[in-house]
């Protein structure tokens, strides 16, 4: 499931919390020319909380800060209980912070607290000619943190398989305004990488899955109270997402 919670505050420190089983240096090369595979798809579940008096759409982008920590929890996709002909990733999610030179968080009065998180359940349907080691990855840097977000440990995967990834759930702490939440989701979809992962030689980019984030803020809305008593606002989105095959 995919979280997010905004919530409106005013002088308030910023901060993306970011946990989660696994964390490289380096992020998987963007796929920009892809070959679309046809019975591979992605399922995923986006869950949005907004804590706030004023209910907005959301809309992360990076603020103006003097200091903050980000905190990655873990993504949220998911994958419906029953198989589908698509292949569905889950992520696992690495933990990561970063601090900011400055020692005062400077965020605008209209600024909103947010929680997204992400499930990415399963993978099913991958037409594959060989068992695959497999593991999602994905980076978010509006989230707070650049690192990549896995699943781990991998798991084995075959054809015409639906296989439930450990550690695919993430949750992102951040301050933002509204309107930035909004057009960033708008702007970048969340890429997430499917990899064979293999002991004796260099890891393979199978293939890409786009997940247009901004259908998350287009679901329906449930109040609820958060944990201080203040009103807050959840939505939530499960989808079942293509997965792109890598050229070569």
């Known amino acids: 499931k995919a979280e997010g919670l905004q919530q409106t505050s005013q002088n308030v420190q910023s901060q993306a919390e970011h946990s989660s089983p696994t964390e490289e240096e380096a992020t998987a090369s963007e796929v920009e020319s892809l070959k679309f595979e046809e019975g591979t798809k992605l399922k995923k579940k ?17 603020l103006p800060v003097s200091k903050s920590e980000s905190r990655a929890k873990s993504p949220l ?5 029953g198989p589908v002909a698509a292949c569905q990733p889950s992520l696992v999610s690495a933990s990561s912070s ?30 594959v000619g060989f068992p695959i080691n497999c593991i999602l990855r994905y980076s978010y840097p ?25 550690q695919s759930y993430c949750a992102f ?10 057009d960033t989701f708008l702007r970048l979809p969340l890429l997430v990488e499917l990899w064979h992962k293999d002991k004796t030689a260099k890891d393979l980019l199978l293939g890409v899955a786009r997940i247009q984030l901004s259908d998350v803020l287009a679901s329906e ?23 792109t095959a890598a050229q070569g």
Do not use: Y
């Open 46 to 62: 986006v869950l949005v909380t907004e804590s706030s008096q004023e209910v907005n759409k959301h809309h992360t982008e990076e």
């Open 77 to 81: 996709l998911s994958a419906d209980d």
């Open 98 to 127: 970063s601090e900011p030179v400055s020692e005062k968080i400077v965020i605008p009065a209209a600024s909103h607290h947010f929680c997204f998180s992400i499930d990415l359940r399963s993978v099913c349907g991958l037409e």
């Open 142 to 166: 509006f989230f707070g943190s650049a690192a990549p977000i896995m699943t781990s440990p991998p798991v084995e995967v075959r054809k015409n398989m639906e296989v439930f990834l450990p």
């Open 173 to 182: 702490d951040f301050a933002t305004m509204p309107h930035q939440l909004q």
């Open 221 to 243: 809305k449930t109040r609820f109270l958060g944990g201080n008593g203040e009103q807050c606002w959840r939505q939530t989105c499960n989808e079942t997402v293509s997965i």
